[in-house]
C-alpha cells in the first residue's frame, strides 16, 4: 500500500505486506512485512515490522524484527528496537534504542560506572 505525497491517513493498519510512506501516517502498523518511509514521508504513531527503510521522519515506537536501515535524510526518534541497524552518513536516530536480543538482567541490577571495563 502507498500514502502518497499530500496525502495524510491515520487510523490502524494491519496485515500489510508493504507500506510505503511518501505522505503523512499517523497509525499502529502490525502484522507488516516491510516499512518505506520516503525522503517527503513521515510516520508518527507505532509500527511492528519485519524490516524498515526511512528516508523521510518516523516519530514513535518502531519494533523492527530484521533490518532497521536509515537513510541520509532519515530521522527516527522515540522508542526503537531492531534485529540490525545501519545508519547512512546524515541519518539521525534519537531516544530509547535496543537491539532484539538485548535482554536487562530480570531484577534490575546494573553495575556501578566505576565498576564498568573500558
Known amino acids: 500500500m502507498t500514502v502518497?505525497?499530500?496525502?495524510?491517513?491515520?487510523?490502524?493498519?494491519?496485515?500489510?505486506?508493504?507500506l510505503v510512506?511518501?505522505?503523512?501516517?499517523e497509525a499502529?502498523?502490525?502484522?507488516?512485512?516491510?516499512?518505506?518511509?520516503?525522503?517527503?514521508?513521515?510516520?508518527?504513531?507505532?509500527?511492528?515490522?519485519?524490516?524498515?527503510?526511512?528516508?523521510g521522519v518516523f516519530e514513535g515506537e518502531l519494533n523492527v524484527e530484521g533490518r532497521l536501515f536509515i537513510r541520509a535524510q532519515g530521522r527516527v526518534s522515540g522508542t526503537?528496537?531492531?534485529?540490525e541497524?545501519?545508519?547512512?552518513?546524515?541519518g539521525r536516530i534519537a531516544g530509547e534504542?535496543?537491539?532484539?536480543?538485548?535482554?536487562a538482567p530480570a531484577n534490575g541490577y546494573r553495575r556501578p560506572y566505576e565498576a564498568d571495563e573500558l
Open 4 to 18: 502518497g505525497q499530500e496525502i495524510k491517513m491515520s487510523g490502524e493498519i494491519k496485515s500489510c505486506d508493504r
Open 21 to 25: 510512506v511518501e505522505g503523512t501516517v
Open 28 to 55: 499502529q502498523l502490525s502484522d507488516s512485512r516491510a516499512l518505506e518511509v520516503t525522503e517527503t514521508g513521515i510516520f508518527r504513531g507505532a509500527a511492528e515490522v519485519d524490516m524498515a527503510e526511512i528516508n
Open 80 to 83: 526503537i528496537r531492531y534485529g
Open 85 to 90: 541497524l545501519e545508519v547512512e552518513r546524515g
Open 97 to 103: 534504542l535496543g537491539n532484539q536480543g538485548d535482554t
